[in-house]
C-alpha cells in the first residue's frame, strides 16, 4: 500500500494513483552462471562463441553474475522504491536440452528470487522467453520448426505449476520480431541467418508459442494475467509528401501489425506477405490459437526512426528507407524521440482493442565516466550520467502526455537495471541505472538511479 502523501503527489504528477512503477533485465544479459547446476547451453551462449559475432568476442558467461548477487540485486531494487520487477527466466536452466523432466536447482533459484521480491514487497513481473533458446532446439532448426512452438508450451507449463501460486503476471515473449528478423533474416542476433523465408516461418512459430501459452495459462484455471511484448514501430515520415507517409505507414507493419494483428484476430496483414511473395506455414486451427485473449500489452520503445519512399526492390519489398535526421542520439546511435512515445502508445490504442498498455521496456546507453568516489566518509561512489536522466525525464513525460490523450497506460518499466550484456554489442553499451564493475562486479548506483528513485517516491519530473 502506497502512503497518502506519494498517492496526492503522483495524483498531481499526472499518473493515476496505482500506475505501476518498474525496472527490467533478462536472464542472459545479467545472470552469468552458464554452466552451474545443470543449465544448458542456449544458442547465444554459441553464438557468441562464434568468431565476430558479437563485439570483441565478448558473452554471457559471467555477466553481473546475478544468479549469485541477487540478493544485492534485489537489495537495489527495493532502495529504488519499485512496484515491480521485470525479469526473464533462462529456458536451459529450466530444461538443458528444452524439453522433458525440469531441472530442480534451475527452478530453485527463480523460487527463490521471487520470494525475496514478494519479502520486500516488489511484484514479480515473469518473461518466458527473452531470447535464450535451448541450444538443442535451435540445432533443431529454432523457430523456424514447428515443434518449438509446442516445447515452449511445456516448458511455460512447468513455470506456471511452480511460480504460478506467487507470480500474478507472465509475459510469453519479448520482442518476437528481433527473435524472427534479427535472428533469421539479418543475421544479427543468434542463430545468426540470413534467410527471409525462415524469419517469416519463425514468425508463425513464435505467435504460435505465445498463442498455446496463453491457452494453457487459461487453460489450467491460473490467477493473474498474461500478456505479450513487442517492439513496435511507427516511423516518422521524413517528408509531408503523400509517398513518404504510405512509406512510413508501410514501415511500420514488419513491427506492429505483423503481430498485433494475429493476436487481436484479425489474421497476417495481406499486402505486407504480399509483397514478400510469401505465405506463412499455418496450419487449421492456428489462427484461433494465436488469438487467446491477452490481458495486457507491453511496449518496447528506445527511439523513433525517419522513412522515406523508396523503389521497392527484393531485398527491401516495402519500398521505404531509413533517412538521417538532426535529432540528438545515444549511444547505440538511435535518434532520441520522448514524443515518438507518446505517438507508438497512441497508434496502438487506436488501431487495436488493448485494454491496458504498460511500457515495459525503455531506457538509453550513453558512454558513462567511470564511477568516481564521491564521498570517503561513505566510501560510496556515484556516476553522473545526466544524459540519461534527461532521456528518463523526458520519455516519462511522454508517459504522462499519453495519459492525459486517453491511453490505457498503466506502467512504466525502465530497462535496465544493471549494465549488462547488451547482445551483439557485448559489455561495450552501458544501459543500467546502477553500473557494474567490470573486474570486480561491484554495482554502484547512478545519477538515473536516484532521479528514478526520487520520482517513484513522489517528487514528479523536476
Ligand atoms: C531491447 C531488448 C533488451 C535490451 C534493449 C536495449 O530490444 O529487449 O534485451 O537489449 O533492447
Redesign the pocket.
Known sequence: MKSKEIKQARRSDGFPEDFLWGCAT?SY?IEGAYDEDGRGLSIWDAYCREPGRVSRGQNGDVACDSYHRWPEDVALLSDLGVDAYRFSVAWPRVQPDGQGPSNRAGLDYYARLVDALLAKGIEPWVTLY??DLPLALGQAGGWTVRDTAYRFAEYAAIMYRELGDRVHRWTTL??PW?SAFLGYEHGEHAPGLRDRASALAATHHLLLAHGLAVGSFRSRGYVGEIGLVI?PATPRPATRHEADLAAAERASVERTGLWLNPVYGLGYPEAYLKARGADMPVKAGDMEIIAAPINFLGV?Y?NEDAVAEAPATPAAPDGYRFVPTALPKTE?GWDVVPQGLRRVLGNIARTWPVRSLYVT?N?A?YADEAAAPVAAETQSARVHDADRVAYYRGHIAACRDAIADGVPLKGYFA??LLDNF??AHGYD?L?GLVTVDPRTLARTPKDSYLFYRDMIAGYGLE
Request: net charge negative; glycine share 4%.
Open positions: 533478462s544479459q527473452h531470447w519479448n520482442e528481433c517492439n518496447n528506445y547505440m521496456e531506457g546507453a530497462w535496465s547488451e547482445w553499451k544501459f
